[in-house]
């Protein structure tokens, strides 16, 4: 048994934690999974999908965001919490157009994978189908909004990494959409390169390199053959932060 | 389980029939499956309008009239009803039409499309059920109990439902068999 005051409770379980961690890191550490969207451990936490959430204390937050100090109660994998996590899974399906059939990235989406590991088998909500740009201007690379949660990965690898903010969030509520950082909104008439950090940061379909598809074949992907609960926690244990 | 069997209806709605083709691909299992259900209406009996049935599955969205009769009269039936497949859940292949006017999709199709020899007709006959003006999934009309995800789901995948369905548990899809595409 740890020390009691350099540990917290995840789910009636005392967990390690050091300090300036957050929930998710601790957890992670732990060998405990929460799952994750708008996260990537190479940026700075962004807490707005919200699919990490947990309650603090009783209170919901976002594990990623949140830092938990010793003695903290959390509660993880309670029937509320899973409940809340597939619905907000479901919610950005209806919100797109999210046809895995004849997606590219299928078995490399962590939208997809996410889903899978929450049990996911249904939109359970009336789908919105809306009505979405796709730039196929550019010579390598295709945008394809439809696919878009807006997790803002794009955005803060172009501004922070590539130092050419070339995305950016525009509008507001269900109107609220990704858009492109040139005058005629076309990705052709930036100067987006394929080796930018942007476009490898995309958890979705939504920016794909063009002609690279279907190099790997569906079954061999990312998600295929170890789930992303497996996936997750190999990075985490190789690169701890 | 008792010795009654449960009776099971199966349709394709605006589907393909590829979820059809996957519950036959259980193969020699569909033996063992024979010994716990029978079939109602179904592509399988040829059977057309269902009577009481303790299990509809469903494959395919609703892209007409006539799609949403067939799935109400099946709901009205049967006491547990499954979207199988991409289309019933999401709308699928189909509903990639969402975005288009039904009526510009027919006369691209019937009069202006590529290669027709001109003077054709968008098909009228009364007997023709209506197109909507979109492809909706069956949880846009009616309550779905249960969804069985997959373009198609594998044949296992259905096993594995079948299978949790009939000993009385809450069908789960592990990893591996859970599949949206």
Same mark, same amino acid.
């Given at each position: 048994?740890?020390? %009691?005051?350099?540990?917290?409770? +995840?789910?009636?379980?005392?967990?390690?934690?050091?300090?300036?961690?957050?929930? +998710?890191?601790?957890?992670?550490?732990?060998?405990?999974?929460?799952?994750?969207?708008?996260?990537?451990?190479?940026?700075?936490?962004?807490? @707005?999908? *919200?699919?990490?959430?947990?309650?603090?204390?009783?209170?919901?937050?976002?594990?990623?965001?949140?830092?938990? *100090?010793?003695?903290?109660?959390?509660?993880?994998?309670?029937?509320?919490?899973?409940?809340?996590?597939?619905? +907000?899974?479901?919610?950005?399906?209806?919100?797109?157009?999210?046809?895995?059939? @004849?997606?590219?990235?299928?078995?490399?989406? *962590?939208?997809?994978?996410?889903?899978?590991?929450?049990?996911?088998?249904?939109?359970?909500?009336?789908?919105?189908?809306?009505?979405?740009?796709?730039?196929? @201007?550019?010579?390598?690379?295709?945008?394809?909004?439809?696919?878009?949660?807006?997790?803002?990965?794009?955005?803060?690898?172009?501004?922070?990494?590539? !130092? !050419?903010? =070339?995305?950016?969030?525009?509008?507001?509520? =269900?109107?609220?959409?990704?858009?492109?950082?040139?005058?005629?909104?076309?990705?052709?008439?930036?100067?987006?390169?394929?080796?930018?950090?942007?476009? @490898?940061?995309? %958890?979705?379909?939504?920016?794909?390199?063009?002609?690279?598809?279907?190099?790997?074949? =569906?079954? !061999? *992907?990312?998600?295929?053959?170890?789930? =992303?609960?497996?996936?997750?926690?190999?990075?985490? !244990?190789?690169?701890?932060? | 389980?008792?010795?009654?069997?449960?009776?099971?209806?199966?349709?394709?709605?605006?589907?393909?029939?590829?979820?059809?083709?996957?519950?036959?691909?259980?193969? /020699?299992?569909?033996?063992?499956?024979?010994?716990?259900?029978?079939?109602?209406?179904?592509?399988?009996?040829?059977?057309?309008?269902?009577?009481?049935?303790?299990?509809?599955?469903?494959?395919?969205?609703?892209?007409?009239?006539?799609?949403?009769?067939?799935?109400?009269?099946?709901?009205?039936?049967?006491?547990?009803?499954?979207?199988?497949?991409?289309?019933?859940?999401?709308?699928?292949?189909?509903?990639?039409?969402?975005?288009?006017?039904?009526?510009?999709?027919?006369?691209?199709?019937?009069?202006?499309?590529?290669?027709?020899?001109?003077?054709?007709?968008?098909?009228?006959?009364? /007997?023709?059920?209506?197109?909507?003006?979109?492809?909706?999934?069956?949880?846009?009309?009616?309550?779905?109990?249960?969804?069985?995800?997959?373009?198609?789901?594998?044949?296992?995948?259905?096993?594995?439902?079948?299978?949790?369905?009939?000993?009385?548990?809450?069908?789960?899809?592990?990893?591996?068999?859970?599949?949206?595409?």
């Amino acid at each position: 048994m740890s020390d %009691p005051k350099n540990t917290f409770s +995840l789910d009636g379980h005392e967990v390690p934690v050091t300090a300036g961690q957050t929930i +998710l890191q601790a957890a992670e550490a732990s060998g405990s999974w929460i799952p994750t969207l708008c996260h990537h451990p190479e940026f700075e936490p962004h807490g @707005s999908c *919200r699919v990490c959430t947990v309650k603090l204390n009783g209170r919901t937050v976002s594990a990623c965001t949140t830092p938990v *100090r010793a003695g903290d109660v959390v509660e993880l994998d309670t029937e509320e919490l899973k409940g809340l996590r597939q619905n +907000l899974v479901q919610f950005l399906f209806t919100e797109g157009n999210h046809f895995c059939p @004849s997606c590219e990235q299928s078995g490399d989406c *962590r939208l997809q994978a996410v889903g899978y590991a929450l049990g996911v088998t249904g939109g359970h909500y009336n789908p919105l189908f809306p009505s979405r740009r796709v730039d196929a @201007s550019h010579p390598d690379v295709l945008l394809e909004l439809n696919r878009c949660i807006l997790c803002e990965l794009c955005v803060r690898a172009s501004a922070q990494v590539d !130092k !050419k903010d =070339i995305f950016a969030l525009s509008g507001r509520g =269900i109107d609220k959409q990704l858009v492109v950082n040139a005058e005629s909104g076309r990705l052709a008439d930036t100067n987006l390169a394929l080796s930018d950090k942007a476009l @490898s940061v995309c %958890p979705v379909g939504a920016i794909l390199k063009k002609r690279q598809g279907f190099l790997v074949p =569906i079954g !061999k *992907r990312t998600y295929d053959e170890r789930s =992303i609960r497996e996936r997750d926690l190999d990075r985490a !244990k190789e690169d701890p932060q | 389980m008792s010795g009654k069997k449960l009776r099971v209806a199966t349709t394709s709605l605006a589907g393909c029939f590829g979820c059809h083709m996957s519950l036959l691909d259980i193969d /020699e299992r569909l033996i063992d499956l024979l010994e716990l259900v029978e079939f109602d209406a179904s592509p399988l009996t040829d059977k057309k309008h269902p009577g009481p049935c303790d299990l509809a599955l469903i494959e395919g969205g609703l892209c007409n009239a006539e799609n949403v009769h067939v799935l109400r009269e099946l709901r009205k039936q049967c006491k547990i009803l499954v979207a199988v497949g991409a289309c019933a859940i999401t709308g699928g292949l189909p509903a990639q039409r969402n975005n288009l006017d039904v009526r510009d999709c027919l006369r691209s199709v019937y009069l202006s499309g590529p290669g027709l020899a001109g003077g054709g007709l968008i098909p009228n006959d009364p /007997e023709l059920p209506l197109p909507l003006a979109q492809v909706h999934p069956l949880h846009d009309v009616v309550k779905v109990d249960y969804f069985l995800p997959g373009c198609p789901p594998s044949a296992d995948a259905i096993w594995q439902f079948l299978t949790d369905l009939l000993a009385g548990r809450t069908p789960a899809l592990g990893h591996g068999l859970i599949h949206y595409d």
